[in-house]
Structure formats: structure tokens, C-alpha cells
């Protein structure tokens, strides 16, 4: 009979990620399964990143969460999905010093506490799922001692949101799409780590902190039900595209690289806009935002930045080096004084590694 008293934590951190070929349409609402790969870059953990901690005792009497501090229910599918699929790999553990032995069947009876908190506000629409389910299903893994690789691992996070499954690893990321119906194969690729183009500096311009009105599940959903375009865009458009990024990253080449982002983040918004009812992730500033961007880069005769946005309005502006991120700053401070009428709620800097 073990003692009730011990207690084993894991800690973990990991950063968001931000799309630069964008995942939106499911083939497989349940398991999370896209219809197209997808591109990302890891940020910095320093800046927008999730923080976890989870433990374990037989003294829990059930499964529970906090996140940034408030219980929240662990109830829904992505969770307990995430959860079944980490406990189905548990390995024994022991630590002889501390008198706790756990055999692999024990997991399964066995609750875990887990505490969340993002260094940044939930609320800002800043892909916090992405960083939140990724570290999850990392720190259970190391908890319960689970002897697979992150790309295994990305399979499950992948289950608790789609863009998670890229924040298993640093630099740039590739979700593949995968063939098989069970998902076995729809994982997260490293393409290059975080050294390889470090001279980019990404900024993410709070254009509003305010929670979006449709959440990415409900819209990519509503999308596949009723544009007319988002099935070419998912077969003919972003296969090639994603053969051209995976170059344009190869080679640092950062002219092609900010035509294909930029490209691909307006085609994104493009069959938001012809979902019926459309959805509008962007707003008035963010049009501004994009005007800018684009006079700027035609003005130098090659890109300077490369902007992207997400389901929600806040541009992220990924500069080819630390003197067009400085100029950068400085045209938005031009453009969107602050405490003007339409100055920016915030600016986050900082580079992409892990
Ligand atoms: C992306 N986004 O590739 C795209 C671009 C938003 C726009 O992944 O339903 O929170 O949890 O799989 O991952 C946001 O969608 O959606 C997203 P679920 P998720 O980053």
C-alpha cells in the first residue's frame, strides 16, 4: 500500500505558432484532420507561450484544470481525447528514493491536476489553443513517461486543436495533412529549426484585444460547408504553394517567402469573406495595416515585411532583419499614433526561435 502523500509534477513551456500557409477546413471534425498542409513558425517562447504544470497523486479524486488560474471543465472532446490517447501510451515509472512506483495499468486510475497559464492575454486572439494543447499533451507525456517522438506526440495535440500540433517543435513547421482516415499520418514535420533564418524579426501588431466573434472551429466549418472556393484553394492552390514555401524557407529567400505569406493569408480572408453568412477576421485598421505594408515594400523594390493575419484582426509582421523590423515600428508608430483614434492596443516583438 503506497502512501497518499507523494506528488509528481512536470513543468513545461511552449510557444505559439503563427501560420504562414494557413490550415482552415477540417475533413475530419472529431480527430482534426485538415484538407490542406499547412506552414508555420514557431515563436519565440519568451513572448507568447504557455506555461503548464501537471501533476499526479492518488490523493486526486478526479481530473482537473486551471487555466489562468479559474477552473475550467475538462469535460469536452479535445480534452478527454488528448487525455485517453496520452494514458494509453503511460510506461512505469519509479523513483526509489521517494517510494513511488507506478505501473503502466495504474495511469488510467491514477487523476492529474493541470495548471495552465499563457504569458499573454487569452482574450487577444493570439492562437493560444495552438501553444496551450501543445504544451498539455507535452508535459502528460513526460509525466506519464511516454517513450514517443513529438512528431507522435503532434498526432495527439493535433486532437485537442488542429494548429497545436505545430508547437511541438521550433523554426519552421510543417503539418501534413495525411491520407489515412484514423490519422495516424496527419503530423507535424520540422522543416528547419530556429537557426537557420534568424535574422527575421517578427511583430505582432494588437490591432484589438478583444475575443473574435467566430471561433476558428465554427468558421472553417461554415467555410467548408458553403464557399465555392475553398475547394480550390485547398486542392490546387495551396499544395503548390506549400512546395514553393518550403523553398522560398530552404533558400532564406525572402522576397518569394513574403509574396507567398502575404498571398496566402489574403486568399485565406478571401473564402472567409465568401462563407455565407462571410465572416470578417480583419477590420478597418487592419486594411491600413495592409496598405502600408504593401506601398512600403513596392517603394523599396523588394519586401521588407511580410504581414499575415489570423482569425482575428491583429496583424503579425515577420521583418527579413532587425533594421526593417526598426523601420517598421516606426511607420506604425507614424501611421497609428498612440492615443490616437487609431492607435494599436499593443506591439509584441520578438524573434522565432524556440
Ligand atoms: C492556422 N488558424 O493555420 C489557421 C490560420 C487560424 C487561421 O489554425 O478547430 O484553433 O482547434 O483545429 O487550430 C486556428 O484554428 O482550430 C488556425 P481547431 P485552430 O494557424
Known amino acids: 500500500e503506497q502512501s497518499k502523500k507523494w506528488i509528481l509534477m512536470v513543468t513545461a513551456q511552449t510557444p505559439t505558432n503563427i501560420a504562414v500557409i494557413k490550415y482552415w477546413g477540417k475533413r475530419d471534425e472529431n480527430l482534426i484532420l485538415a484538407i490542406n498542409d499547412s506552414i508555420s513558425v514557431t515563436l519565440d517562447p519568451a513572448h507568447l507561450c ?89 508535459s502528460l507525456a513526460k509525466l506519464m513517461n511516454v517513450q514517443e517522438d513529438n512528431g507522435r506526440l503532434s498526432a495527439i495535440a493535433r486532437q485537442g486543436s488542429g494548429s497545436a500540433c505545430r508547437s511541438l517543435f521550433g523554426g519552421f513547421v510543417k503539418w501534413v495533412m495525411g491520407k489515412e482516415e484514423d490519422g495516424s499520418d496527419s503530423i507535424a514535420v520540422p522543416l528547419v529549426d530556429e537557426k537557420h533564418w534568424d535574422e527575421l524579426v517578427i511583430i505582432i501588431a494588437v490591432v484589438s484585444s478583444r475575443q473574435k466573434e467566430t471561433s476558428s472551429t465554427s468558421g472553417m466549418r461554415e467555410t467548408v460547408v458553403t464557399s465555392a472556393l475553398i475547394e480550390h484553394r485547398a486542392k490546387e492552390v495551396v499544395p503548390k504553394r506549400i512546395i514553393q514555401m518550403e523553398e522560398a524557407i530552404k533558400n532564406r529567400d525572402f522576397p518569394t517567402f513574403a509574396q507567398l505569406t502575404c498571398s496566402d493569408s489574403n486568399q485565406f480572408h478571401a473564402v472567409c469573406m465568401d462563407t455565407s453568412p462571410p465572416i470578417f477576421y480583419m477590420n478597418d485598421t487592419s486594411h491600413r495595416v495592409i496598405s502600408c505594408v504593401e506601398k512600403w515594400n513596392r517603394a523599396e523594390g523588394t519586401p521588407q515585411v511580410a504581414y499575415t493575419f489570423d482569425a482575428g484582426p491583429n496583424a503579425v509582421l515577420i521583418a527579413r532583419n532587425r533594421k526593417a523590423a526598426a523601420l517598421m515600428l516606426q511607420r506604425l508608430l507614424f501611421h497609428f499614433p498612440p492615443n490616437s483614434d487609431t492607435d494599436l492596443d499593443s506591439y509584441v516583438i520578438g524573434d522565432k526561435s524556440i
Open 50 to 138: 504557455t506555461t503548464t504544470t501537471v501533476a499526479v497523486s492518488p490523493s486526486f479524486q478526479q481530473d482537473r484544470m486551471w487555466l489562468n488560474k479559474k477552473e475550467i471543465s475538462l469535460d469536452g472532446a479535445r480534452y478527454q481525447n488528448c487525455l485517453r490517447e496520452i494514458r494509453a501510451r503511460a510506461n512505469d515509472y519509479e523513483d526509489e528514493k521517494k517510494g513511488i512506483k507506478i505501473s503502466k495499468n495504474d495511469w488510467q486510475n491514477l487523476h492529474v491536476h493541470i495548471d495552465s497559464y499563457n504569458n499573454f492575454p487569452t482574450a487577444a486572439g493570439l492562437a493560444s489553443s495552438a501553444a496551450g494543447f501543445a504544451c498539455l499533451v507535452f
